[in-house]
């Protein structure tokens, strides 16, 4: 990663998140810096994926704001936010006709990434690489999806139930992989049922 | 490769697997063409008279049949939050899309529109007016058909509603590409009919990725 692409804090300022006339959570401020994991708790239904889709930018704050601070100054854009994040989402986004290695090398490219085809054995993944991807398990879709998050190498990563489908191996790799992100100076902002297995702040919604 | 381009060569590849939607929109096509000549009978005046209309109209249909799906397999399974967050712009990404369907549905259609034009007992040069006008006519389609498609990308049955919102919009281009090949019938320019359709195409390819990465971004905060 490279260290002008590094945010050193992301802020959220007294933020309102509404759908239709339903208003989710109001007044929510709060701070991550680098290094740091947020976790973010509470109720199914409460609002959790919204907030990741609001600071993705996919979803506009009925109120407040969000800042992110970086070697460039304050930015307030939600384009430029988002060309910082690294998603992982409750859906693995992953085609059924496409092999294992051509996805990954597919967001790669996308993402400008590096396509090291170490990231496969990392995850677990090595001997599947030329498997089209409707023969993998879920569990091993959710693995895929985090060799996709490792090569995106975006500081910001915004994660919705990060350990869902994913065996007790797979959890530890998770937990492994998030505490090498913070110690990188990266950030992880995720949406989660269980203990992150990090030292990290939580908020609860 | 660029981003642009890799999202190109991806969706070409989706298309052209297994269960992807050129080869259906090919057989979909050459069906069209083979069972009009049988419905309308062996008068060879009239099918050459009609032919024309009845490939573009056929093109037109074929190309739509897979158009639901250029945003929406992405937005069901969630790739297309993660191409939106990635460096190509939105826009490039609905024009990377557009070209794709493109390639993997009318430029095959048009390829195919020769061999299937011998059906209508049309002569060589109104094969020739035909060839072009398809050429120039079906981005237009795949544009035009792109703001539909984003326009629907949350609808469970959009595919419904798709036809009704972009056909209208096409008639142009079904009346000048029928239109050219008339005119060749009767040993007549086409030039004047296939310059309005470029226009038209051209048109349309330059203004559509903005309308359809506007509605993409709608559908991504719905």
Partial sequence: MVNSEMISSLTAERLTCARGDRVLFEDLSFRVKTGQALAVEGANGVGKTSLLRLIAGFLIPAAGRLVVQDAGGESHDAEARGKKIGWLGHQDGLKPQLTVAEQLAFWAALYRGTADPGVLAEVGLARQAELPCRYLSAGQKRRLALARLLVSQRPLWLLDEPFAALDSSGQALIAQVMARHCGRGGIIIAATHEPLGLANESLKL | ?222
């Fill in chain 2, 1 to 222: 490769m660029s981003p642009f381009f890799t999202l190109l060569a991806r969706d070409v590849r989706l298309a052209a697997r297994s269960g992807g939607s050129a080869f259906l929109a090919l057989s979909f096509f050459a069906l069209v063409a083979t069972l009009v000549p049988l419905g309308v009978g062996a008068d060879l005046r009239l099918l050459a008279r009609v032919g024309g209309g009845v490939l573009w109209v056929g093109a037109v249909l074929a190309a739509l049949l897979s158009l639901d799906r250029l945003f929406q397999g992405d937005f069901e399974d969630g790739s297309l939050d993660l191409i939106a967050l990635s460096p190509l712009p939105l826009e490039l990404t609905a024009l990377a899309k557009m070209l794709a369907h493109w390639l993997s549905t009318g430029a095959a259609l048009t390829l195919l529109s020769p061999l299937l034009a011998l059906l209508f007992n049309l002569p060589p040069a109104a094969i020739l007016t035909l060839f072009l006008s398809l050429l120039l006519g079906t981005p237009a389609v795949s544009a035009i058909g792109a703001i539909g498609a984003s326009l629907t990308l949350s609808l469970k049955r959009g595919g419904l509603i798709l036809p009704l919102i972009i056909l209208p919009l096409l008639s142009p281009a079904v009346i000048f590409g029928a239109g050219a090949v008339s005119l060749t019938l009767d040993r007549l320019a086409a030039d004047g009919a296939l310059s309005l359709l470029a226009a038209f195409s051209a048109g349309a390819v330059l203004l559509s990725p903005f309308a359809a990465a506007a509605s993409v971004r709608l559908n991504l905060g719905g």
